[in-house]
């Protein structure tokens, strides 16, 4: 096994991950995240900006906790779910920008395609 820190092995810092990025594997969860991302808000206010039913926003939430990705405090008869970490917000900017650097040379492929085609009929 490989240290890296404190006692704190390659493998569960691997496992960490794999288990971090599986919590973040669902549309919705996603969407709630990026809802978090500006402040903290209570299950209503996320069901309304999402207009998603109780129940799947607080499934998703429940999945969240668990991951300690997100937490709630309650304030007076309501719980408010803030993100554990601002990193989280700066992971999803960061997988935004993936998402468009693949769009964009997806898109340049296409158009090398289709260059490519118009160049061969011309022939």
């Known amino acids: 096994m490989n240290m890296i820190h ?4 390659v493998e569960d810092l691997q496992q960490f991950k794999a288990d971090f990025f599986k919590a973040l594997a ?20 996320i069901q309304s900006y999402l207009e998603k039913e109780g129940s799947a926003v607080s499934q998703q939430l429940s ?3 668990g991951k300690n990705i997100v937490y709630g405090t309650k304030e007076g008869k309501k719980v408010y779910y803030s993100l554990s970490d601002p990193m989280i917000g700066e992971l999803l900017g960061v ?5 468009n650097n693949h769009l964009i040379n997806t898109i340049t492929r296409l158009e ?3 260059i490519n ?7």
């Open 95 to 99: 997988a935004k920008e993936i998402f």
């Open 117 to 123: 085609e118009d160049n061969e009929e011309d022939m």
């Open 6 to 9: 404190g006692g704190i092995y």
């Open 112 to 114: 090398e395609m289709t």
């Open 63 to 65: 999945v969240l906790r």
């Open 26 to 45: 669902h549309p919705l969860r996603i969407r709630i995240l990026e809802l978090l991302v500006d402040g903290k808000k209570n299950v209503n206010e």
